[in-house]
């Protein structure tokens, strides 16, 4: 006897459905008792009406050779009786190819993509979209802190200091006040391994020194020259006159020409070296010198150049600091005997010291009573235990503060503990913190390349890929931050690339092939790795993950650059192209989530450049990216109605793409204003032009059971199966069947409050039923429906078959028994239903691919009987 047959009646015993036995070893299989149903024909309930709404059987989905003809009369000729088998087995052939094209429906929409019978990475792109969204936060970006319009004001005493420190102000050559000095005597805090700092320059005279900018270096340079010059080191009182013991000197001329400095003063009879008298002789000399060795023609320094400034030094009796970036052009020096690292200050302590001076000189300003050191110090608490709020932290959204920043928080922390700054002003100037630093990041990066050929001070026009390489390491770690770093890394030169050539479109860009720089990318982008996974094909590996040291950089970045620096968005709008076809989900999906958030920042271009082109692309992905920003977009309040018109417009007059997207869209639940106008909208777009896409449809509505509102999504469905159209009925099928072969992770929009999200591996269906019990009943109504109509027998049987092999896994555990032992007792209250069951496990332990063992078949038996049945049976058996 046929699979086929069994399924509809088999089963043994002759008692009700509450007698029925367990199902017994393979070699033990049962004959039907039961005749089989007409085709087209839906098994009725226990009064012959449909169990989920009553309604007799006649008015249930039925194919379109639903009926069967009783043909010839008896005693007809042969002839008659050889029509009549041609037009059953014609009729045969029609249910075949429904049931075939409705197999067809129930594939993943990625999957003309991917191959037949390929798995797609819809899972995976969910899990990448849920980290990614974690990165922007909606409401930032309507906050912003305009350094341009407030660079600095006056907060009764406190002087709001929006630049201090500012790179690029400082002297290029000169002497360092006194004043400069004492004050970094007071407010400096020493990093880690200073000392061992201060004793190898005391030692060698010459300290070459490496730190990204904006970290305290030269702080901490300044610092060491004025330790080793000072009154203590010089054995005296410092004396009134010109002569300074420490200053910085020049770059251009680098180590070379300060030591010929150094020689010439030798020649002339200077004592120190410095062009002073010789009243000075004898006094100890300090020197700062900031190179950078990334500039065009700049030289680096050898060992040689060291060995002989570290003599003119000595022979001097001066000391010198050379300040360089982490990088691979200052390797060799900072590997040499005079190379060290100068690792950041700590933020806390950091903060505390410029919160202490700020607090000190109000109250010594405004004191008369004689407890200034007192009500500093309960102010210093105040301001300490507002920095420790949360709202405060994550307007400031850094991970660490570099020393500028550090004075910048001090000064509004400072102004609102006395009163003078109110709450609003505070939360937007620690939002600028990170704008600041973006705006720093991207001023005039290509100002060299702008300049007339032969007006570079040096000589020669630099390479346009040099120059924007670290800016698009940037840009690429806002874009994708949380992928691996290879990915990044990748990404970052494809827009060094684009960048180029629009900037330089009379060169090819060039950049070599073995100078990449790991540590310098990640030292001057304020970045880290950490150890991670990624997915690749379905299954996770280790990776090295790279982020932002602060959730508030890749919104500050995005902004920057979308903001202030149109020039540079037609070159990353054909990045963001190309990332749109990278088939890592890990990049696509995180770039369109990016894709969203510039769409904020001027939704007329990103729909132009970015959503409408990819929305009616050929290929599924760029049109899921495209939805996916359409989404992001949505999120903010500020876009929620133009998303909601676009969405509409195309599920109403779209063509076949655009309808495909927007049912994309749909599926995240933000595209419409209600959960009805979403289904409204889904069905339009599933039954059009008989069915077309009724895969992209279900699908999406699917999703949306992942949401709150599951119950009014299962009742429109169930709507849809008793719809006097095929095609709405076949929407409501293909919905139910896809809901059983569908794991949360593919659906989940978000890990946080859901109680779906530990069971991201689960059948939706499964996870539902056990969160959620008020769904196990239409849940299985449906379920019901699609066994036992035929075009949905077949697919509707194998999705079933597939939640019965996940209560256990493949080591034992326990799966998702939980909610098939919630489920299954609702779709089996039939003695029918329990005879297909019954069937589907013998077949299942028959499997001779996959045999299921004969002890889970009956476990998942009496998961299916109800409780008094179940008794009853036991009872029996004794």
């Given amino acids: 006897m046929s699979d086929e047959q069994r399924a509809d009646g088999a089963g043994a015993g002759s008692g009700g459905g509450g007698g029925q036995d367990a199902p017994r070893k393979p070699d033990a299989p049962r004959k039907p008792d039961t005749p089989r149903k007409p085709d087209g024909a839906r098994a009725p309930g226990r009064d012959g009406k449909d169990r989920d709404s009553g309604r007799n059987r006649d008015d249930a989905p039925r194919d379109d050779g639903g009926k069967d003809r009783d043909g010839a009369a008896a005693g007809g000729d042969d002839a008659a009786a050889d029509q009549e088998r041609e037009e059953r087995e014609e009729r045969e052939r029609e249910r075949e190819r429904a049931?075939?094209?409705?197999?067809?429906?129930?594939?993943?929409?990625?999957?003309?993509?991917?191959?037949?019978?390929?798995?797609?990475?819809?899972?995976?792109?969910?899990?990448?979209?849920?980290?990614?969204?974690?990165?922007?936060?909606?409401?930032?970006?309507?906050?912003?802190?305009?350094?341009?319009?407030?660079?600095?004001?006056?907060?009764?005493?406190?002087?709001?200091?929006?630049?201090?420190?500012?790179?690029?102000?400082?002297?290029?050559?000169?002497?360092?006040?006194?004043?400069?000095?004492?004050?970094?005597?007071?407010?400096?805090?020493?990093?880690?391994?200073?000392?061992?700092?201060?004793?190898?320059?005391?030692?060698?005279?010459l300290l070459v020194l490496g730190a990204a900018p904006g970290t305290g270096r030269t702080s901490t340079a300044l610092s060491l020259l004025d330790e080793v010059t000072g009154p203590a080191a010089n054995g005296a009182e410092p004396r009134s006159g010109s002569w300074a013991r420490v200053q910085r000197v020049d770059?251009?001329?680098?180590?070379?020409?300060?030591?010929?400095?150094?020689?010439?003063?030798?020649?002339?009879?200077?004592?120190?070296?410095?062009?002073?008298?010789d009243e000075e002789a004898g006094r100890l000399s300090g020197y700062l010198l900031e190179l950078s060795l990334t500039r065009p023609g700049a030289s680096v320094p050898d060992e040689m150049d060291l060995d002989g400034l570290a003599a003119a030094l000595a022979r001097h009796d001066a000391f010198a600091v050379v300040v360089v970036p982490v990088g691979s052009a200052a390797d060799p020096l900072l590997n040499g005997r005079y190379g060290a690292l100068c690792p950041p200050a700590p933020t806390g302590e950091l903060l505390t010291t410029r919160l202490r001076e700020r607090l000190e000189e109000h109250t010594t300003a405004t004191g008369t009573d004689g407890t200034d050191g007192d009500r500093a110090a309960g102010l210093l608490a105040d301001a300490e235990a507002?920095?420790?709020?949360?709202?405060?932290?994550?307007?400031?959204?850094?991970?660490?503060?570099?020393?500028?920043e550090a004075e910048v928080l001090a000064s509004l922390l400072a102004g609102h503990v006395l009163g003078e700054l109110p709450r609003e002003e505070l939360l937007s100037g620690c939002r600028s913190l990170a704008a600041r630093q973006a705006q720093e990041w991207f001023a005039g990066v290509d100002r060299a390349l702008a300049a007339p050929a032969g007006d570079e001070p040096d000589g020669e026009r630099p390479g346009a890929a040099g120059l924007f390489h670290p800016v698009a390491f940037r840009i690429a770690l806002a874009v994708l931050g949380g992928a691996s770093h290879s990915a990044v890394a990748a990404a970052a030169h494809l827009l060094t690339w684009e960048l180029s050539v629009q900037a330089d479109p009379?060169?090819?860009?060039?950049?070599?092939?073995?100078?990449?720089?790991?540590?310098?990318?990640?030292?001057?982008?304020?970045?880290?790795?950490?150890?991670?996974?990624?997915?690749?094909?379905?299954?996770?590996?280790?990776?090295?993950?790279?982020?932002?040291?602060?959730?508030?950089?890749?919104?500050?970045?995005?902004?920057?650059?979308?903001?202030?620096?149109?020039?540079?968005?037609?070159?990353?709008?054909?990045?963001?192209?190309?990332?749109?076809?990278?088939?890592?989900?890990?990049?696509?999906?995180?770039?369109?989530?990016?894709?969203?958030?510039?769409?904020?920042?001027?939704?007329?271009?990103?729909?132009?450049?970015?959503?409408?082109?990819?929305?009616?692309?050929?290929?599924?992905?760029?049109?899921?990216?495209?939805?996916?920003?359409?989404?992001?977009?949505?999120?903010?309040?500020s876009h929620r109605r133009i998303v909601h018109k676009v969405v509409g417009d195309w599920s109403r007059y779209g063509t076949k793409s655009l309808r495909w997207t927007a049912a994309m869209a749909l599926g995240y639940g933000n595209s419409a204003a209600t959960t009805g106008d979403t289904l409204d909208a889904l069905a339009r777009i599933g039954v059009r032009d008989d069915g077309d896409q009724l895969a992209v449809a279900s699908f999406n509505v699917v999703r949306l059971l992942a949401l709150p509102d599951a119950a009014a999504v299962l009742r429109r469905v169930s709507d849809w199966t008793h719809h006097k159209r095929e095609t709405h009925q076949d929407l409501g099928l293909v919905t139910t069947v896809r809901l059983a072969l569908t794991t949360v992770d593919e659906v989940l929009a978000d890990d946080a409050g859901s109680p779906l999200g530990d069971r991201g591996d689960w059948p939706?269906?499964?996870?539902?039923?056990?969160?959620?019990?008020?769904?196990?009943?239409?849940?299985?109504?449906?379920?019901?429906?699609?066994?036992?109509?035929?075009?949905?027998?077949?697919?509707?049987?194998?999705?079933?078959?597939?939640?019965?092999?996940?209560?256990?896994?493949?080591?034992?555990?326990?799966?998702?028994?939980?909610?098939?032992?919630?489920?299954?007792?609702?779709?089996?209250?039939?003695?029918?239903?329990?005879?297909?069951?019954?069937?589907?496990?013998?077949?299942?332990?028959?499997?001779?691919?996959?045999?299921?063992?004969?002890?889970?078949?009956?476990?998942?038996?009496?998961?299916?009987?109800?409780p008094r049945d179940r008794t009853r049976e036991e009872v029996r058996h004794g």
């Fill in 99 to 205: 049931a075939g094209r409705f197999k067809e429906h129930t594939r993943d929409p990625l999957a003309e993509e991917q191959g037949e019978d390929a798995p797609t990475d819809l899972a995976a792109a969910a899990r990448t979209r849920r980290a990614t969204r974690m990165l922007f936060d909606a409401g930032r970006d309507l906050h912003t802190f305009d350094r341009s319009y407030f660079a600095s004001a006056h907060i009764g005493d406190i002087h709001l200091r929006m630049d201090a420190h500012r790179p690029g102000s400082a002297l290029r050559s000169g002497p360092v006040p006194d004043e400069e000095l004492r004050r970094l005597r007071r407010i400096h805090v020493e990093p880690a391994g200073y000392v061992r700092l201060r004793e190898a320059l005391t030692a060698r005279r």
């Fill in 251 to 277: 770059p251009a001329g680098g180590v070379r020409q300060l030591a010929d400095s150094l020689r010439d003063a030798d020649g002339n009879g200077n004592g120190n070296g410095n062009g002073e008298g």
């Fill in 386 to 404: 507002l920095w420790a709020r949360p709202e405060v932290r994550d307007a400031v959204g850094l991970d660490d503060l570099r020393p500028a």
């Fill in 506 to 637: 009379d060169r090819t860009p060039a950049r070599p092939l073995f100078c990449d720089d790991p540590r310098s990318d990640l030292a001057l982008s304020r970045a880290e790795l950490k150890d991670g996974r990624v997915e690749v094909a379905g299954a996770e590996v280790a990776s090295r993950l790279i982020w932002y040291r602060g959730q508030a950089l890749p919104s500050a970045v995005l902004s920057e650059l979308w903001d202030r620096h149109f020039a540079v968005r037609a070159p990353v709008v054909r990045w963001l192209r190309l990332l749109a076809d990278d088939p890592r989900s890990q990049v696509w999906m995180r770039a369109a989530v990016a894709a969203g958030e510039l769409c904020v920042r001027d939704f007329d271009h990103g729909h132009a450049e970015l959503i409408r082109p990819l929305a009616e692309a050929a290929t599924p992905r760029r049109r899921v990216f495209a939805a996916t920003a359409l989404d992001q977009a949505a999120g903010h309040a």
């Fill in 764 to 866: 939706l269906p499964l996870a539902l039923a056990a969160a959620r019990p008020e769904l196990v009943r239409p849940m299985a109504d449906l379920l019901w429906t699609a066994l036992n109509t035929p075009r949905s027998k077949e697919v509707a049987t194998e999705a079933l078959e597939s939640l019965l092999r996940s209560a256990v896994r493949g080591n034992g555990d326990e799966w998702t028994r939980p909610g098939l032992a919630a489920l299954l007792p609702a779709v089996t209250g039939e003695e029918h239903d329990r005879r297909r069951l019954d069937w589907l496990l013998r077949r299942m332990m028959n499997d001779p691919e996959d045999p299921l063992p004969e002890a889970q078949a009956r476990a998942l038996w009496w998961l299916a009987v109800a």
